[in-house]
C-alpha cells in the first residue's frame, strides 16, 4: 500500500512567523509531487508542484523535495492569517496513473 | 468560466437509497476526476475520465460505486445501493491534461452526502 504520511497538526505559528509543513512518502519511484491548501468547508487548491530535487520558490511559498529520504516540504515565509488552512501533500505514484494524497495538516496562524 | 459545477451541494438519504452525483467540468478540460473525502481515510481518488473514457476505476470502492461520463459536459457518480459509511464529501475536478502534468486539476465545490 503506497503511503503519503502527514502530522495532522493543528500547526499553530505566529503571524509574520516561518511555517514548516512536513510529508513524507513511501513509493520510491514517485515522480511528482504537490501542495494543495484546502480552507474548511472548501474545495483543494493547487499552490505548489514539485518533481526536482532541491528547492521550488513561489512568492512567500517554498517547497524542498528529497527523495533520497522521501520526504517532500512547504515552507511559508511571513504568515498570514489568511494562510490558515488545511494542507495536503500529494504524491503521484511510480506508475504516473495514481495521486495519493495525505491527510492533511491543519495550520492555524495565530495574530 | 463557472468552473467546475457540481449538484447537488448537500444530498442526505437513507441506508439502501440510490444517490446520483453530478458534475459539469471547464469546458475544454479533457480530464475529470472524482474524488471521495473523508475524516478517517482523507482525499481519495475514485475514478478518472480521458475524452470521456474511464481510465483508471482502481479506487472505485465496491460494485456499489458506478461512474459514467455521457458526453464532454456530464458526468454522474451512482451509488445503488448507499450505506451509512458512503457518507463524505465527493469531489469532482477536471483539468485541461493528464493526471501527472503540471498543470493544475480545478476542483468543484464538492457534493456533502450524508447517509442515514
Known amino acids: 500500500q503506497k503511503e503519503v504520511e502527514q502530522n495532522s497538526g493543528p500547526l499553530s505559528v505566529p503571524e509574520g512567523a516561518i511555517a514548516s509543513l512536513n510529508c513524507t512518502y513511501s513509493?520510491?519511484?514517485?515522480?511528482?509531487f504537490f501542495w494543495y491548501r484546502q480552507y474548511s468547508g472548501k474545495s483543494p487548491e493547487l499552490i505548489m508542484f514539485?518533481?526536482?530535487?532541491g528547492d521550488k520558490e513561489d512568492g512567500r511559498f517554498t517547497a524542498q523535495l528529497n527523495k533520497a529520504s522521501q520526504y517532500v516540504s512547504l515552507l511559508i515565509r511571513d504568515s498570514q492569517p489568511s494562510d490558515s488552512a488545511t494542507y495536503l501533500c500529494?504524491?503521484?505514484?511510480?506508475?504516473?496513473?495514481?495521486?495519493?494524497f495525505g491527510s492533511g495538516t491543519r495550520l492555524s496562524i495565530r495574530p | 468560466d463557472a468552473g467546475v459545477i457540481q449538484s447537488p451541494r448537500h444530498e442526505v438519504t437513507e441506508m439502501g437509497q440510490e444517490v446520483t452525483l453530478r458534475c459539469k467540468p471547464i469546458?475544454?478540460?479533457?480530464?475529470l476526476f472524482w474524488y471521495r473525502q473523508t475524516m478517517m481515510r482523507g482525499l481519495e481518488l475514485l475514478i478518472y475520465?480521458?475524452?470521456?473514457?474511464?481510465?483508471?476505476d482502481s479506487g472505485m470502492p465496491e460494485d456499489r460505486f458506478s461512474a459514467k461520463m455521457p458526453n464532454a459536459s456530464f458526468s454522474t457518480l451512482k451509488i445503488q445501493p448507499s450505506e451509512p459509511r458512503d457518507s463524505a464529501v465527493y469531489f469532482c475536478?477536471?483539468?485541461?491534461?493528464?493526471?501527472?502534468?503540471?498543470?493544475?486539476?480545478?476542483f468543484g465545490p464538492g457534493t456533502r452526502l450524508t447517509v442515514l
Open positions: 475536478a477536471s483539468s485541461p491534461l493528464a493526471i501527472w502534468s503540471t498543470d493544475t486539476q480545478y
Open positions: 500529494a504524491v503521484l505514484d511510480s506508475s504516473a496513473s495514481k495521486i495519493i
Open positions: 469546458s475544454g478540460h479533457d480530464y
Open positions: 513509493d520510491r519511484g514517485s515522480q511528482s
Open positions: 475520465f480521458n475524452n470521456n473514457v474511464p481510465i483508471d
Open positions: 514539485i518533481y526536482s530535487n
